[in-house]
């Protein structure tokens, strides 16, 4: 009967990690804005006009144009295009996790 080294890590109650899942979820739509803004800088020094006004609406046809871009530039889509669809994804996974877990 030797001496184990575990780790304990205290319970979270169920409230806790549906807040945990919540803040990933903020967390990763900041990096979405960022890509999208990224992404509409990028595409305006290589002279397409941007309408930030709407850029809420139009930002999906600017990923597109971004990645028409980068592909015909390097033959692969932009860093920013991957940047922007993950979080965008991962955003969405966190965010439905924590509403199941704050109903539970």
């Known amino acids: 009967m030797g001496n184990s080294c575990s780790l304990v890590l205290p319970a979270m109650e169920v409230g806790a990690m549906s807040t945990v899942f919540i803040v990933l979820a903020l967390i ?19 002279g ?11 930002i ?3 990923v597109r144009q971004y990645r028409q871009v980068t592909m015909e530039e390097s033959r692969k889509p932009g860093s920013l295009f991957y940047m922007f669809v993950t979080s965008w994804i991962l ?9 199941i877990l704050g109903s539970a």
Request: charged share 10%.
């Open 28 to 46: 990763c739509v900041a990096c979405g804005i960022a890509a999208a803004m990224m992404i509409a800088s990028f595409l305006s020094k290589r």
């Open 48 to 58: 397409v006009k941007i309408n930030y006004l709407l850029l809420r609406l139009l």
């Open 60 to 62: 999906f046809g600017y």
């Open 91 to 99: 955003a969405l996974v966190f965010a439905v996790t924590g509403a």
